[in-house]
């Protein structure tokens, strides 16, 4: 099924809404309004790769994937978070996944989507990892079989078709990664090499991308999906 993200998306809403999030695989980032519910939504995966903030103020709501738009509404104080300040110099982060620089501006935490309607603000999350029962193989090779098998499905999952490139680190991981996508055989990919110091390689060296794209299951349909889009679901 060739459609637009945004679009595989709105169609997956309109026919499970929110049920449809345990479907989604990958990095990924939303929101749509829902015209049925009159309310709008806002997602993001487990890892959290794509930010989103939002700040509610007289009147006004306000989000978006970076911190510095908030200084332009008035509405919004520009009043610091002392705890956050706090943590940032002591630790280097918060603690608080919710908290940002600023007092009134909140950060959606990875695997938790945000509902807002009738000026009513609601967070809750909606993925959580299964806790499973330790796998007790018979030989040590199995365990290393095994962690292919899952990698193969997880890199397959997540490949588009078409060119994707990949920034190599010099370190195993995406090397790994690179080897294993250029085996599917559905994509064509170059991949660079970068230092120590962030310089590219001269040479690119051949590869693949390992660029997320949520992958959405589903009884009636089976469609790949990446978004970062606001839509109406009607």
């Not at 006004?60 to 706090?86: H, Y």
Request: aromatic share 10%.
């Amino acid at each position: 099924m060739e459609a637009p993200d945004e679009e595989l998306l709105l169609f997956s809403w309109n026919a499970w809404g929110e049920a449809c999030l345990k479907d989604l695989l990958g990095d990924f980032s939303f929101g749509l309004w829902d015209a049925h519910e009159q309310a709008l939504f806002y997602l993001r995966d487990f890892a959290g790769a794509r930010p989103f903030f939002y700040a509610q103020g007289p009147g006004v709501f306000c989000f978006s994937n970076t911190l510095e738009v908030f200084r332009n509404v008035s509405e919004i104080s520009a009043e610091l978070d002392d705890c956050f300040i706090r943590d940032f110099l002591l630790e280097g982060s918060s603690s608080d996944p919710a908290r940002t620089v600023w007092r009134e501006v909140r950060r959606l935490p990875a695997g938790h989507r945000l509902k807002f309607s009738r000026g009513k603000l609601e967070v809750r999350r909606f993925l959580q990892l299964p806790v499973e029962e330790p796998l007790h193989l018979t030989r040590p090779e199995e365990y290393l079989e095994r962690y292919r098998e899952l990698l193969d499905v997880a890199v397959a999952d997540r490949l588009p078709a078409g060119k994707v490139s990949l920034y190599l680190s010099g370190a195993l991981d995406s090397a790994k990664v690179c080897i294993m996508a250029s085996q599917v055989g559905r994509t064509s990919c170059e991949g660079r090499g970068c230092g120590a110091h962030g310089a590219r390689s001269a040479a690119p060296r051949r590869a693949l991308a390992g660029r997320c794209h949520p992958r959405i299951h589903g009884p009636r349909r089976a469609c790949r999906s990446h978004g970062h889009g606001i839509g109406e679901a009607n």
